[in-house]
């Protein structure tokens, strides 16, 4: 049976006479990627800082294959295991690729240079990270997104069997914390890299994790797969949220939907009006958002039992709807024509379109008519969705000649809703 990379037996921490972790038990498999999850102030980072000998446990031991952790050097613990801090404090004006090559350190001598070899992998690791090209850039000139990802290829650079992780993308933009992610998650099937990460956004934990832990105050929640730690019951009673737990349309992982707190609601004249046209799971996420937001949001044509129409039904959100597996029906097009000429705005979200869902789109065409704002979402990867034959696409086109707006991703919406509440406040203040 192979040895444990990491075993936790009984460990308490504590700040002063704050006691932060309480009775911790973990065993860490070799090749395992573990999220850790749970509200602030449950003690994730002190229980990463002495899973990387930063801290002492006040009680209980560490062993870090099968030895105990407090007996190990710092330089052979280094040689294997790198960590990723949430911050990194650097004062002085190094280069990019001087900090890199910090990584190094733990393979090197006393007074040793760096070999050929040694500058391969540091070049490895930073084209890696996607930072080779800030390389003479002094550290101090970079972004946060930037020197987060030039202390992962230091990190990478020790060339690691383990790599510790704090929030790693907590101050990235979506597509490189995707970026990041996937890099350690190829690492992680590849090479068998063992990967131990701090997660604030449960979607991102659950989609790259193998294994999760939730910790709350100090303890261990609730630890297994994901399916069985990410349910609506442990987020209530851990983040004290309602959510709505659902399975992702391709992946089927769990999806996790913040819904509404009671009373949140307040929809007044200054909130829009929202229709989405969507299906397949893509609406889920953006729905959730824009009811917290305020918005009075709709959608249709979705077929009953779709995961849209779960989370629809879910908000109590008006949804135009089809039977199950069913073609949309003339009767269910004009229900959702005429919800969508109630809104501000029409979004066409990234579902997948065939003949039997085709008014989906066609719909456009009598709303633009009436000057009404629509927009399409990833229009860049609407050949790959479109199994009518290209029909889609050459309709989409067309419609962009009369007043089809293109928005990149679902962030957009996001600014574009935005952008229409303050049109309402501004007009609002202008009659008032």
């Given amino acids: 049976m192979e040895r444990l990379v990491f075993k936790i037996h009984g460990v308490e921490c504590s700040y002063g006479s704050h006691q932060v972790l309480q009775g911790v038990n973990l065993d860490v498999a070799p090749g395992s990627f573990l999220g850790i999850i749970g509200p602030n102030a449950a003690g994730k980072s002190t229980l990463l800082k002495t899973i990387a000998a930063a801290l002492q446990p006040t009680r209980g031991v560490v062993y870090f294959q099968e030895e105990e952790l407090s007996k190990i050097s710092r330089q052979d613990f280094a040689k294997q295991v790198a960590v990723v801090p949430q911050e990194s404090e650097i004062h002085f004006p190094f280069s990019v690729l001087e900090v890199v090559m910090m990584g190094r350190h733990p393979h090197l001598g006393r007074f040793a240079q760096e070999s050929e070899e040694d500058i391969k992998i540091v070049r490895e690791a930073m084209e890696s990270a996607n930072c080779w090209h800030l390389k003479d850039r002094s550290v101090l000139e970079l972004s946060g997104g930037e020197r987060q990802k030039v202390i992962l290829a230091r990190a990478l650079a020790q060339d690691p069997q383990i790599i510790l992780l704090d929030e790693p993308v907590a101050h990235l933009d979506l ?258």
């Fill in 175 to 432: 597509s490189a914390q995707l970026e990041v992610l996937n890099l350690l998650k190829d690492m992680n099937s590849k090479r068998g890299v063992t990967v131990i990460g701090i997660f604030h956004d449960l979607n991102m934990a659950v989609q790259f994790s193998e294994q999760l832990i939730i910790l709350h105050k100090g303890k261990i929640f609730a630890a297994g797969t994901p399916e069985e730690v990410l349910t609506a019951e442990n987020i209530k009673d851990v983040y004290n949220t309602d959510v709505l737990v659902i399975k992702h349309p391709l992946t089927g992982i769990p999806q996790i939907v913040l819904l509404p707190l009671a009373g949140e609601r307040q929809v007044d004249s200054i909130h829009p009006r929202i229709h989405l046209i969507c299906g397949g799971g893509v609406g889920g996420s953006i729905m959730g958002h824009l009811t917290r937001m305020g918005c009075t949001v709709t959608a249709g044509v979705l077929n009953i039992q779709d995961t849209d129409w779960e989370v629809g039904h879910a908000l109590g959100l008006q949804v135009v709807e089809e039977k199950p597996f069913s073609p949309i029906s003339k009767q269910s097009y004009e229900a959702n024509l005429k919800l969508a000429l109630e809104a501000d705005a029409i979004f066409l979200l990234e579902t997948p379109f065939g003949r039997g869902n085709l008014l989906n789109v066609q719909i456009l065409e009598p709303l633009l008519l009436s000057q009404k704002r629509c927009y399409l979402v990833d229009p860049d990867h609407l050949p790959e969705r479109d199994y009518t034959g290209g029909q889609v696409v050459q309709l989409s086109s067309k419609l962009q000649e009369k007043g089809l707006l293109m928005l990149s991703d679902q962030l957009g919406v996001l600014r574009v809703v935005q952008d229409i509440r303050k049109e309402k406040e501004d007009a609002e203040t202008a009659l008032g």
